[in-house]
């Protein structure tokens, strides 16, 4: 039978990754440092891992990151707008003249009227 529920080795969630090297400290860094030897030095490497892990950011850095798509669901009934050709074609089948006027989503608020009171007994 499985053990259920207790304290589990390794379980719960992971502790916030540390940030090791901040801005000033990577500039003083690298100040002394020629950066174009250093990416050149990247891009000469056997590992292929680190190869395209240094084209992929070089390219970001040139070209800008890819656009990303973003799922959007369209919750409107009528998801394209209504044209002029369409209105009118409408109107003559069900007879109407005049001026259409659109129908609101909410009524709009009333007076708030007193609520009445019971009859006593």
Do not use: F
Request: hydrophobic share 35%.
């Amino acid at each position: 039978m499985q053990n259920r529920g207790g304290a589990r080795r390794n379980a719960g969630r992971k502790p916030k990754a540390p940030v090791l090297v901040k801005k000033a400290l990577a500039e003083q860094i690298l100040s002394d440092e020629d950066e174009v030897r250093l990416w050149q030095g990247l891009l000469q490497t056997e590992d292929e891992k680190t190869l395209l892990s240094a084209l992929v950011y070089l390219c970001n850095r040139k070209h800008g990151l890819p656009p990303q798509s973003i799922a959007v669901r369209d919750e409107t009934p009528q998801s394209k707008p209504l044209t002029a050709d369409y209105i009118a074609s409408v109107r003559m089948a069900l007879g109407i003249t005049g001026v259409l006027v659109p129908i609101r989503s909410k009524p709009e608020p009333t007076l708030a009227l007193p609520r009445p009171r019971a009859l006593p007994d």
